[in-house]
């Protein structure tokens, strides 16, 4: 049945779903009305419903004790209970479909076998890799980092840090050596875990290498654990380095899952704000696996016998609940993708969705803009009628990229889930439900169960009714982060200092006469790079730690593909030229020390920067020029030297 688009009340076309997807879905719009209600009318009773979709080993009493009072900050959820992840994961589905493929595995190179693996072989895996960090020593509570490609040893590892109350910290295998340092010796990690290499696109990264450079800024405490993925030559440090399959000979199969309280950490993830370094986000570990599963649920359609693939990589929070712990809770079958969208070719995604039968698949707007530069002919290609629900995570969907996804992937008849959420909210906040949400391009639409968004104007006053401002959440879901590692101050005064009561989203939005959300992007000094968030601030430094250069500021711009480029204006130090030669060092410089997603796309030489008279940089301007928009700079009256902005205007880079 095609979808019919119809009129929404601010006339943007509106798509009903089908009746056939309505009938079949976990919720149509009657059931969705009637749980939010009582999601937000008694959060207690709803959640201490929805916490029994998990097995505990000691029930909760307590369901929710959460407060957003900025002199109080404190958010607990089941916190009586005790549980664990991995056996939840895993060890209660043996019973029912332990012959049922958990994870299938699609290697980066398409002539290499695919891998179907149980859960029964899942349980196997996981039991012994949590063997091999517990006789490396890693014990409850302490931290492991993890830097691996895509394939299933990076799900192993999670759930084995899981299994015995260990603390992942996932570095995305992109990252810089420099990076991975930091976040080792953020979290004081016991142990690391890479593979020799990295297959991705066709290209090899040097993971081990990586952390050889890495390892050198650390403590020589840190052990280093290495799976292989390839084979190929790597250099041994004797007495630091572990080889994971000599270690797996040797210890014993079975691995019995330690009990963990609902509050204790279940992961950190680093993720970049407007000021600093990366902060270090906890979640923990009950109430995040209930709301992750849920979501998982409800927000797919999630079925028995559907085989659900998220393109997203486990180095972001979409791999985390939205490819292991959301699914597998589920006892989905979850499919791993080590390669990249145009490897070999663009038609590589819609390849794997014809081979395993893909019935949901989720992806990020910029790899769709990217495949829909490559023609159609690439989609139609291959048999894609598996396919019952899309996804688009990460940063906007334009209206364009959201009507190529639906007509040529969708074929007309598949709902697109627009899911927006963040690494600190853990799990989805706002998208539509497949059978109960009728959709509009663009919008992510409508609150998921228990979640209250707010528009805020900037005095921190709620806005009613259609309206647009700041994103602000009034009171907790279960999946919330707790606090940022190492720094509870910080995890207050970023989220709950400039407007009181309320979780601060960082994103501005507009509420439309449906009451349907369109996030309209950050609000912060934050950028949207591909779907992946940078603060300009690590830039910035990133450039001054430069010899050459003096100062610099970095803004984002529009781009085609990736959502919003890099830009960056540059003052360079007394004497030195500026050339195209010094251009591209410095580009292969914030490589080298942050990682390829965060190479500049735009380098303007700024013999000045346009700053107040307190010496504050007016990013206001830099953003105008940027964008191109340099007849709408506002009021430029407030510079010390207002003369600087012509010459950036002037010398404006072809961007
Ligand atoms: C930021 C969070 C959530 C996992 C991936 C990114 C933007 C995310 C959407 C969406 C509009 C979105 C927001 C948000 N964002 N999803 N569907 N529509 N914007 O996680 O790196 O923590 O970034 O991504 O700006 O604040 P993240």
């Known amino acids: 049945m095609t979808i019919q688009p119809t009129g929404g009340a601010d006339s943007a076309p509106l798509y009903a779903p089908s009746s056939e997807i309505a009938e079949n879905a976990h919720a149509d719009a009657a059931r969705y009305e009637e749980l939010y209600q009582k999601s937000v009318s008694d959060p207690e009773g709803f959640w201490a419903e929805e916490g029994k979709r998990l097995d505990w080993i000691k029930p909760f009493t307590k369901v929710k004790n959460t407060s957003f009072d900025y002199d109080n900050v404190s958010i607990k959820w089941f916190e009586d209970g005790t549980l664990n992840v991995a056996a939840n994961c895993i060890d209660r589905h043996l019973a029912t479909r332990g012959d049922q493929t958990a994870i299938i595995f699609e290697p980066d190179n398409p002539d290499e076998a695919a ?6 072989q899942l349980h196997k895996e996981v039991q012994v890799f949590a063997n091999v960090l517990k006789d490396m020593g890693v014990d409850k509570g302490d931290r492991v980092v993890i830097y691996l490609p895509m394939i299933p040893a990076a799900a192993y590892a999670m759930l084995a840090c899981a299994r015995i109350g260990a603390i992942h910290s996932i570095v995305f295998a992109g990252f810089s050596p420099d990076a991975l340092a930091d976040r080792v010796n953020g979290c004081d990690a016991k142990v690391v875990i890479c593979s020799d290499y990295a297959p991705r696109g066709g290209r090899n990264t040097p993971l081990k290498s990586n952390c050889d450079k890495a390892l050198l800024r650390c403590s020589d405490k840190v052990k280093l654990l290495v799976v292989e993925r390839t084979g190929a030559q790597i250099d041994w440090v004797e007495g630091r380095d572990y080889k994971y399959e000599d270690m797996a000979a040797g210890v014993a199969p079975d691995c019995a899952p330690t009990e963990v309280n609902a509050e204790d950490p279940l992961f950190i993830l680093y993720t970049s704000g407007s000021t600093g370094k990366p902060k270090g986000v906890v979640h923990c570990s009950g109430g995040y696996l209930a709301y992750a599963a849920m979501t998982h649920q409800y927000v797919f359609d999630y079925q028995d016998g559907d085989i659900y693939w998220c393109t997203a990589d486990v180095g972001w929070v979409t791999g985390h609940s939205y490819i292991v712990y959301g699914p597998l809770a589920n006892g989905a079958t979850t499919v791993m993708f080590e390669g990249v969208p145009t490897y070999p070719d663009a038609g590589r995604f819609w390849a794997v969705c014809e081979k395993h039968k893909v019935t949901q698949f989720y992806t990020a707007p910029t790899a769709i803009r990217a495949l829909m530069g490559k023609g159609p002919e690439w989609v139609e290609k291959y048999d894609l009628s598996s396919l019952r629900i899309l996804g688009s995570v990460g940063e906007p969907i334009n209206p364009e ?3 190529w996804y639906n007509e040529n992937v969708g074929k007309g008849s598949c709902p697109i889930v627009d899911t927006w959420w963040q690494t600190e909210t853990g799990g989805i906040l706002i998208a539509p439900l497949p059978g109960a949400t009728p959709t509009k391009p663009g919008s992510a639409t409508k609150p998921f169960f228990g979640v209250q968004p707010v528009i805020l104007d900037d005095k921190g006053n709620e806005l009613s009714g259609a309206t647009e401002g700041v994103l602000a959440i009034k009171d907790s879901w279960p999946g919330q982060m707790r606090t940022v590692w190492g720094d509870h101050d910080r995890f207050v005064s970023t989220y709950f200092e400039m407007f009181k009561g309320y979780y601060f989203s960082g994103d501005g939005c507009r509420r439309d006469a449906d009451g349907y959300y369109w996030i309209t992007g950050r609000v912060d000094d934050v950028i ?26 970095v803004v984002g711009y529009p781009h085609d593909i990736k959502g919003q480029g890099i830009y960056c204006y540059v003052t360079l130090m007394d004497g030195v030229e500026a050339t195209d030669e010094l251009r591209a060092q410095l580009q292969a410089w914030v490589r080298q020390e942050i990682g390829p997603i965060a190479k500049p796309d735009v380098i303007q030489w700024a013999p000045g920067l346009p700053k107040t008279r307190s010496g504050k940089i007016m990013r206001r301007i830099l953003r105008k020029i940027a964008e191109n928009e340099t007849d709408s700079l506002g009021d430029t009256s407030t510079l010390a030297d207002p003369s600087v902005v012509d010459d950036l205007i002037a010398n404006r880079a072809n961007a």
């Open 401 to 403: 990229a959201w009507n």
């Open 528 to 553: 949207n790079v591909s779907g992946h968030r940078m603060g300009t601030a690590e830039v910035e430094s990133a450039l001054v730690a430069h010899e050459t250069v003096s100062e610099a500021a």
């Open 115 to 120: 891998q179907h693996i149980t859960y029964k």
